[in-house]
């Protein structure tokens, strides 16, 4: 199937998204696409100094010789992040000005117009500027809000511009960054198929279908993307922007994070720093896609088939004892209640955790097979991180191997969503897989 025919296809699934143009020279079809979506509406054109120079100023001197009334508006910080001053700032500028949205920049610029466009209750143009992330095209803004990383539903932009010569131009970490955030989608899948498997999250599959089945192409020319190649980069842009798709056709983000992206959350909501500095999004879920391999590496060196199922639900705890182990591992967090709600969320009783331990019994033979033809070995992703400029171990982004085991059981009850670890937990093998990726020859050894 051809880049244009996976497009199409993917907006007959979308929601929101109506156009898409990813290729070469597309900058050009901004001002025709404003025209066509928002009829008599002035624009806005909301970039940083970065994003202004590589396209902003090009899509406002468009907009205005297509006739539109436009006007600019450019993030007053050199370092910005996605918090909720610079909502209260965009929504300002859609206050004052009555216009639409136009996008310009990576994602923290479009999950701000995001965010404010449902405010305004309209849409947006999103013009990409980097293939840094998979949020473009995403249903759902993920912001900072009273320390807390937190998803707010809102739609996605009406169109989406992605041209190959802008955002090959991107610095390489922003594509390294896209390129790791794409990878996880690999691991995230696998625990997807698990949630499945439990009844929690079924699959949609048209969400799964319009990425999984080409994403091995997407990731498949990491030397290409080392290299500034504009197209190996904008197979990764596009990569990123059909998971956006999946995001909106499902209504959630479960076809594009799992267990790799809480790692994320958590060093976001602890404000964690490398050498003064924030970590781009894409670096830290590297970091968490690499630590999901290597927990299902050790995960199908397991044989399932004589698990000892009456033992494991009689150790299983009741939801008062959860809730409490949960409080016990976030007493120190901006929010102490944050594990304990979550794991009210996707608590399961004895019975339905027999039924779930007996499904993966039966099927393990078979599931083994899905899992390992899913998520890459451990090694793997660390080459393809490497040749393209990612992180390849938690000291790149400034945390230890201590601090990284020490982040695991946040991530296993942070949120509502099953991951491989509820799995590991109700088959009494969680303290075991631990031991295994951060003991003695493991991907994480601590010596």
């Known amino acids: ?93 859609l206050d004052e000005t009555g216009a639409v949205a136009v996008s310009v920049g990576s994602g923290v610029i479009n999950d701000l117009c995001k965010l404010c466009s449902a405010h305004h209750k309209q849409s947006y143009l999103s013009v990409a500027t980097a293939a840094s992330v998979d949020g473009y095209s995403s249903f759902g803004a993920s912001i900072t809000y009273k320390g807390l990383k937190q998803t707010f539903e809102c739609p996605a932009p009406v169109a989406v511009i992605g041209d190959w010569d802008v955002i090959a131009s991107a610095p390489a970490w922003m594509t390294a960054a896209g390129y790791a955030d794409l990878a996880a989608k690999v691991p995230c899948g696998a625990e997807w198929m698990i949630a499945d498997l439990f009844g929690t999250e079924p699959i949609h599959p048209a969400a799964w279908h319009v990425l999984q089945d080409c994403l091995d192409e997407m990731l498949s ?15 990764v842009f596009e990569g990123l922007f059909l998971s956006g798709i999946a995001m909106q056709a499902a209504r959630s983000s479960r076809p594009a994070s799992c267990t790799d992206h809480l790692f994320s959350h958590y060093l976001d909501m602890t404000a964690h720093r490398y050498k003064g500095e924030l970590q781009s999004h894409g670096f830290q879920v590297a970091i968490g896609t690499l630590t999901m391999c290597a927990f299902f590496d050790e995960f199908l060196k397991l044989d399932l088939t ?20 949960a409080r016990a591992i976030f007493k120190d967090f901006v929010d102490p209640e944050l594990g304990a709600r979550e794991m009210t969320k996707k608590y399961a009783d004895k019975d339905e955790v027999r039924r779930q331990l ?33 992180p390849t171990d938690p000291s790149d982004i400034g945390v230890s191997r201590q601090m990284l ?10 949120r509502y969503r099953i991951n491989l670890l509820d799995l590991a937990k109700r088959a009494q093998i969680y303290d075991l897989l631990v031991e295994k990726v951060f003991g003695k020859g493991g991907a994480w050894e601590i010596k």
């Open 405 to 414: 085991r020490d982040m695991v059981p946040f991530t296993q009850v942070m």
């Open 306 to 325: 004589g698990l000892d199922i009456d033992k494991c639900v009689e150790a299983w705890p009741s939801l008062e004892e959860e809730q409490e182990r």
């Open 221 to 235: 020319d990491p030397e290409g993307v080392a290299r500034k190649d504009k197209k190996a980069i904008g197979l």
């Open 358 to 390: 007996t499904l993966v019994k039966q099927q393990w033979p078979s599931l083994k097979q899905q899992y390992r033809a899913q998520v890459y070995p451990f090694e793997k992703m660390q080459r393809l991180f490497k040749t393209v400029g990612a």
């Open 1 to 93: 199937m051809t880049s244009e025919e996976r497009i199409l296809n993917a907006l007959k699934i979308a929601g929101d998204t109506k156009f898409a143009f990813i290729g070469e020279g597309v900058l050009s079809k901004v001002a025709g696409t404003f025209k066509e979506c928002f009829p008599g509406r002035k624009a806005v054109v909301i970039a940083d100094c970065n994003t202004w120079p590589t396209a902003g100023e090009r899509v406002y001197a468009d907009l205005k010789n297509a006739g539109v009334d436009v006007e600019k508006f450019l993030i007053p910080d050199e370092k910005f992040h996605a918090e909720w001053k610079y909502v209260e700032m965009v929504d300002k500028v």
